[in-house]
């Protein structure tokens, strides 16, 4: 495909070139032709009035005979021509015969072809041809009347052989056919280069998405200009990066969600199987059995979430958009999680700008979020530390910050935070419970209501998490 697209452009460049010097080569030819014509022909007619200007002379008894032959053969030096001058009744009393034609005896002999007679009425013509058969070959013949006394007392015709003429046209149609040949050869060189510079990265670019479809996300289209191509070329490397984190991102799921619930199934069986041939003692086994309902209950937690998750991201779950009362939200979410808040002995403190803030947005999902960023903060929070709740207005929107004690997340780990399953301590998250999936789920969220979720964290010093709603709209 790629080579075919390289010679359609090859010959569609070749075509062009060949019908544009061809075009040019024949307006060239006709202009040329025409001009050497045209210009033979105001030669041709310059002389015919200085011979006219020469019969006065030798009519009036200026100049001899012999005067006006040197003149007559002067102009045939110069042009080339026959030379006749005819009386009134057409019989040329005075001729030179030009050296590039057959010597011919004209004087006394009468002119009778109807140019004589056109000419004899005051115009001057121009023919191409042999003149009444008068020459063996064609010849350019201008006619003009001969005036005495502004009067017209004959005519004077000068015959130029095409020959020298068409010599002169040969040579010059040779050029213009030697030039168009070599501007055809360089331009097929050109049109070459040019045409591997603009195929080649698609041939690139075929071949890598080739390597790509069969799992190979290692090569890049090497980028050498910045045109169309050069953007496309670009725009590729930028969809490989894309389709290699997104592979790199699902083998990372599968392996984690295959460890995920491969370790809970493990230690439910192992607990299980001792309880069932009395490996566990009996004092034991509602110990055990309650470590396997609390792995069961995880694993049950991993697929609420890989549901949601799947749900968010193939754009399966729908907004129920209300107005409520995020306050209110965050005071139920607080609530139902004092028994949890007491165990740590932690403290609580909620920072509202008003006693009622309201937004628009899905009531459940907002809940989700809140509960989310909230668990992550009680998990993280030492013992006995405290836990920030914060809402406040800036024009149209309404922001919520929820702020920990924890141990901070370093700078680098920051943009990774919100990819599935990604865990700073995988050991520790797993010892507290968590899935990896519930920051990736509140980020969906948020952007699913078309605003954003920022985090603020320094090492050390704990972590902030914010995010924005619209604010409801007046009544």
Do not use: C
């Not at 609420?304 to 306050?327: C, P």
Request: proline fraction near 2%.
């Amino acid at each position: 495909m790629s080579r075919s697209l390289f010679v359609r452009q090859m010959v569609t460049y070749l075509v062009i070139i060949l019908t544009a010097l061809a075009i040019l080569a024949i307006l060239l030819s006709s202009f040329f032709q025409n001009y050497i014509m045209e210009t033979r022909t105001a030669e041709l007619v310059r002389e015919g009035e200085a011979i006219s200007q020469y019969i006065g002379y030798y009519l009036s008894g200026l100049i001899d005979t012999r005067t006006l032959h040197y003149q007559y053969q002067v102009i045939d030096r110069f042009l080339g021509v026959t030379i006749w001058v005819t009386d009134a009744r057409g019989y040329i009393w005075s001729s030179h015969n030009s050296t590039q034609l057959d010597a011919v005896e004209w004087e006394n002999e009468k002119l009778t072809i109807d140019e004589f007679v056109q000419v004899l009425e005051g115009n001057t013509i121009t023919r191409v041809g042999r003149f009444g058969e008068s020459f063996p070959v064609p010849v350019l013949t201008v006619g003009m009347p001969l005036k005495i006394n502004d009067k017209v007392g004959g005519t004077i015709f000068l015959h130029s052989p095409i020959k020298g003429i068409n010599r002169t046209l040969r040579d010059t149609y040779m050029s213009i056919w030697r030039s168009a040949i070599i501007s055809t050869v360089l331009s097929i060189f050109i049109s070459y280069f040019i045409t591997r510079r603009i195929t080649n990265p698609l041939i690139e670019m075929n071949m890598i998405s080739r390597e790509i479809a069969t799992g190979n996300f290692k090569r890049r289209v090497k980028v050498k200009t910045r045109d169309e191509v050069g953007q496309l070329a670009m725009n590729f490397n930028a969809m490989a990066d894309s389709l290699e984190k997104l592979e790199l991102m699902r083998r990372s799921f599968v392996a984690n969600v295959s460890h995920e619930l491969k370790s809970p199934l493990t230690s439910m069986r192992g607990y299980i199987q001792g309880v069932l041939d009395h490996t566990i003692s009996n004092e034991d086994r509602e110990k055990y059995l309650a470590i396997a309902l609390e792995e069961t209950e995880r694993m049950n937690r991993l697929i609420n979430d890989l549901l949601d998750l799947s749900q968010i991201q193939t754009g399966q779950f729908s907004l129920d958009i209300k107005v409520l009362d995020i306050n209110e939200t965050i005071r139920r979410v607080l609530i139902a999680w004092e028994d949890r808040i007491n165990e740590k002995g932690m403290d609580i403190e909620v920072d509202f700008d008003q006693e009622a803030r309201l937004v628009e947005g899905d009531p459940d999902r907002l809940q989700q979020v809140i509960i989310n960023l909230l668990d992550n903060a009680i998990k993280f929070t030492r013992e006995g530390g405290l836990i920030k709740l914060k809402t406040w207005q800036y024009k149209e929107k309404v922001f919520v910050k929820v702020e920990d004690q924890g141990p901070g997340i370093p700078e680098d780990e920051i943009a990774h935070i919100w990819e599935p399953f990604y865990q700073i301590d995988k050991s520790r998250s797993r010892v507290k419970g968590g899935t990896g999936l519930g920051l990736s789920i509140v980020k969906k969220i948020i952007e699913g209501h078309g605003q954003n979720i920022w985090l603020n964290s320094e090492k050390g010093k704990g972590s902030a998490f914010i995010f924005s709603l619209r604010a409801a709209k007046k009544a």
